[in-house]
Each structure stands twice: as C-alpha cells, then as structure tokens.
C-alpha cells in the first residue's frame, strides 16, 4: 500500500515570497490534515480536512496560509507571503477509522527554509 | 487548551538497557493516547495506540501504559538496540470531534552502540 506522499522535500525561499506545498493521501482516506513543525518542537496542527470541508482550522494564520482539498483527495498548502517564522517542516497526514480507531499515517514532510 | 509535556527532552544510554519515556498531558477527558517515531528527515510512524479504557499496549519491546487519571503516559523500550535512536513523541487527540493532534516536543533517544 502507498503511503502518503509530499512535494516538494525541500524548498529555499526568500521572505515575502510565496510557495505551495502539495500532499496525496493514502488512496480511501477520508480525513487529511496538515501540521507544521519546528525545529526541536512537536508537530503543531493547521489545518483538518474531511472529504472535501473543514473540520478544524483553528490554529491556521489565515492572514498568509490557505489550504484546499479539491475533489476531497489530493491537497494543498499555501503562504503568502512568507515571513522567516515559517521556516519549519510541512507534515501531511491521512486516516481512516475503523472500528472506532483512528491511525493517522504521516508523510515525509517538506522541509521548508525561509531567508 | 490541551498541553503535552515529555521527560527527558533527550536521553543517551548504552544498548541493552531498558528505559523509560514519560509523557503528561493536561487535560484527563481524552479518548486515546498514542506513541510516534520520528527518524531524522522522515515522517512519523506510529508505534502504540492506547484507548482510554485501556491501561497499557505491547508490541514487541515497547510497552505504553496510560494512567488517564493523573495525565500520565510512559513507553518502556527494553533491551534497547541503536535502531532504536529516533526521536520518540507522544500525542493526543483534542475531542469535541475534532481529530487533530496534540504533540509533546519529543524525547531523542540515542542508544550508544
């Protein structure tokens, strides 16, 4: 079975640029979400999807970050423009529930650098 | 607002040895609690899941166990190996619907060959 996939792996910026990230999930998963995690920090969440709407995206600066999940499958994640804080790596993550249990299965993650 | 905290924040100890991770978090009324992997440049894996109504989870030489009541969660790796240096978090979910995690900072493990 193939995992979550992202691209890019890696991106170099400029500050006040703007760059998108791409996640594909594991094929049948209805939920996806994005996290943002910082150097010596645990993942922070932005943003959860289920199919195609938002469940949570409470802790998204919606002043410079977007996302959308078209057609409820593949993602992306946008800032606009970039500020030097956004240096971090961008973890997609998808799951299913089965028996009431819910697994999240994360993908490698773009490693974002903003000078 | 939930708030997860890990000891130590970084461990190193000579293989073979058996170690303990800790984990607390805040808020008691969470339904499962979960361990993650992280090796440098890579994504998470999932090591142990622990539903609320559970008290520990095995899988091979991990053990989780979960003490809802005092906001308490600890992995035991026995016989470390230096496969096993990663960095270890732990995770939970908010509730109220929402499925979103709640990580610690993570503890990084080195096990010295």
């Known amino acids: 079975e193939a995992g979550v996939a992202q691209s890019p792996r890696y991106k170099i910026i400029e500050k006040r640029q703007s760059v998108a990230f791409w996640c594909n999930p594991i094929?049948?998963?209805?939920?996806l979400y994005w996290y943002q995690q910082i150097l010596g920090q645990g993942p922070k969440l932005l943003i959860q999807f289920q199919n195609n709407g938002v469940v949570d995206d409470s802790q998204l600066p919606k002043d410079r970050f977007s996302a959308e999940r078209l057609k409820g499958v593949d993602s992306t994640l946008k800032i606009q423009p970039a500020k030097l804080e956004d240096s971090a790596v961008y973890l997609c993550?998808?799951?299913?529930?089965?028996?009431?249990?819910?697994?999240?299965?994360f993908g490698p993650g773009t490693r974002l650098l903003v000078l | 607002k939930q708030e997860v905290t890990q000891i130590p924040a970084a461990l190193s100890v000579p293989e073979g040895e058996n170690l303990v991770l800790n984990c607390s978090f805040t808020?008691?009324?969470?339904?499962?609690l979960q361990w993650f992997r992280q090796d440098p440049g890579k994504g998470l894996t999932s090591l142990l899941l622990?539903?609320?109504?559970?008290r520990e989870q095995t899988s091979g030489r991990l053990n989780a166990s979960l003490d809802k009541s005092s906001g308490r969660s600890t992995l035991y790796i026995a016989a470390s190996q230096p496969g096993d240096s990663a960095t270890y978090l732990c995770a939970v979910p908010p509730g109220g619907g929402a499925d979103g995690l709640t990580f610690g900072k993570g503890t990084h493990l080195i096990i010295q060959p």
């Open positions: 094929s049948g998963h209805a939920t």
């Open positions: 993550a998808s799951s299913e529930r089965l028996a009431g249990q819910e697994t999240q299965y």
């Open positions: 622990i539903q609320s109504s559970q």
């Open positions: 808020d008691s009324a969470i339904y499962n």
